[in-house]
């Protein structure tokens, strides 16, 4: 069972953002899956850690992209970034803390997220971006 799918909506027309966002989605699928099986070789800890750190290196790529261009709305969108990392952060520490991770609430911010931030933050780039 899928924890996001796919939508047109989310390309940005940008290859390797494109790319990426698949990727991604992909990733957040597989290791759900795998959680939801009860992988041996899938942990909670592994699964948030692997998103976050893929969704990271993911934002490294946009920004600079974004530095590059000389982006207007540079500070904006790397804001909109933060805010998501320090939501998976917050997902992390409760799951150490308590040893309670909280699936919906994982999928819901995933999945907002995604739909929100393409449709304004990844569009609005892509027509400042070369391609």
């Known amino acids: 069972m899928s924890l996001i799918d796919w939508r047109d909506e989310f390309q940005v027309g ?3 953002v494109d790319h990426e966002h698949r990727e991604l989605i992909a990733l957040i699928n597989d290791l759900h899956d795998k959680l939801l099986a009860r992988d041996s070789d899938v942990t909670v800890s592994d699964y948030l850690g ?3 750190a893929r969704i990271s290196a ?4 946009e920004e600079r992209m974004m530095r590059e261009a000389r982006y207007d709305q540079y500070a904006v969108h790397k804001a909109d970034h933060e805010k998501l990392l320090d939501d998976i952060r ?3 520490d409760d799951y150490e803390d308590r040893h309670r991770y ?3 609430l994982l999928a819901q911010r995933l999945h907002d997220w ?4 393409f449709k304004t933050h990844d569009a609005r780039l892509h027509h400042k971006l070369p391609h």
């Open 14 to 16: 940008v290859p390797a």
């Open 58 to 61: 993911h934002f490294a790529l």
């Open 114 to 117: 995604f739909g929100g931030h």
């Open 90 to 92: 917050d997902i992390m």
């Open 50 to 52: 692997e998103i976050y």
């Open 102 to 104: 909280d699936e919906a």
